[in-house]
């Protein structure tokens, strides 16, 4: 925690258009919030500390659509090269993987629990906030 939040520097909050509010540490963002959700970290921080938060995996034929910013669908969490973790309540934070790859692609919001993304099998599951090579990923720091 020590590395992670300083206790002599000092701790910031950027509030920035479309709602979105930063937490920015050494002029680094290190968590994020859409409108009143709940802070999560940013994929920089999670590649760091990828325990720090529960995993979803998509199978390959999803990455490129997750990579877009496209919300998760359903199949593409259920089928055998996804992976979920069945203690995800609906509306919480979640760490997307691809198969076959080592770091988080996305960090997302869960639209149902992972039961029933399983048992439904339809729709979006989660809701993409932040990827690989958007607004955010690109800003390395705050300067």
């Known amino acids: 925690m020590e590395d992670l939040l300083p206790k002599k520097i000092p701790l910031i909050v950027v509030k920035c258009?479309?709602?979105?509010?930063?937490?920015?540490?050494?002029?680094?963002?290190l968590f994020f919030c859409?409108?009143?959700?709940?802070y999560m970290?940013?994929?920089?921080?999670?590649?760091?500390?990828?325990n720090i938060m529960r995993r979803f995996?998509?199978?390959r034929g999803a990455i490129k659509f997750v990579l877009s910013g496209a919300n998760i669908m359903c199949p593409g969490l259920t089928s055998p090269g996804g992976v979920l973790d069945e203690e995800v309540d609906a509306e919480r934070p979640v760490a997307i993987y691809a198969e076959g790859k080592q770091h988080a692609l996305a960090i997302g919001f869960t639209k149902m629990s992972a039961k029933d993304i399983k048992g439904i099998n339809k729709g979006i599951g989660v809701d993409t906030m932040h990827?690989?090579?958007d607004g955010l990923w690109k800003m390395e720091r705050l300067d």
């Open 131 to 133: 990827y690989l090579n």
């Open 34 to 38: 859409i409108r009143d959700g709940p």
């Open 17 to 29: 258009p479309n709602h979105l509010t930063l937490v920015v540490v050494n002029n680094v963002p």
């Open 57 to 59: 995996q998509v199978d």
């Open 41 to 50: 970290p940013t994929l920089r921080l999670l590649h760091q500390y990828p």
